[in-house]
């Protein structure tokens, strides 16, 4: 019997996601299940991002982020994009990735892009660099987010997450089972078994 497929709800801009990702990958390798990315924003436009100067996030990251980061081994830092960008075009741009076989690699970068790089993922640009540094081609892939190639259907993906009753992410399920936040590898593993 095949393991079930792990599916987790994440946005570019939760550092959490980050976090999980090398815990899920890592266990879901060893069972010899696939990983399907699906998207979540946490603050979809028009709704007002996070800016780090404000008390909120500093807070957060000194209290639980940067240690939990020290325990799993996870080099990041709180970005200072300011404000936080929205994801919709990131997404737009792993659907991109998607298509051409390189989801994965497209999510590891743009997460790392703004966790330990700094950079502003919601600046075509900077996601046309990152696309091109996967092996994608920067052209056809700035056109596709140009053209809004994708933005139908990542607007029907996140509202199927909102009909899956996600609400904060990372969000795992597989099979019956749901995980939220950064998972316990062991719950993991007795998931997948």
């Not at 997404?91 to 991109?96: N, R």
């Not at 987010?145 to 994708?150: G, M, Q, T």
């Not at 904060?168 to 749901?178: K, L, Y």
């Amino acid at each position: 019997m095949n393991p079930p497929e792990v599916v987790v709800y994440f946005d570019y801009v939760c550092p959490y996601c980050l976090l999980a990702e090398d815990v899920i990958e890592t266990v879901a390798a060893e069972a010899g299940a696939a990983v399907r990315w699906r998207p979540y924003e946490l603050r979809p436009h028009p709704n007002p991002t996070l800016r780090p100067e404000d008390d909120y996030l500093p807070r957060v990251w000194r209290d639980s982020v940067y240690p939990m980061a020290e325990r799993l081994g996870v080099p990041i830092k709180l970005p200072t994009v300011s404000p936080q960008p929205y994801t919709h075009l990131p997404f737009e741009g792993a659907l991109f990735a998607e298509q051409h076989g390189l989801a994965k690699e497209y999510h590891r970068a743009v997460l790392r892009a703004f966790f330990q790089h700094d950079l502003d993922i919601g600046r075509p640009d900077v996601l046309a660099e990152i696309a091109a540094e996967v092996g994608l081609d920067a052209g056809e892939f700035a056109a596709a987010l140009a053209e809004r190639r994708y933005a139908e259907q990542h607007r029907a993906a996140v509202a199927e997450a909102r009909q899956a009753g996600v609400r904060a992410v990372p969000t795992i399920d597989i099979g019956p089972h749901r995980i939220e936040g950064v998972p316990n590898p062991d719950h993991l593993r007795k998931a997948l078994s």
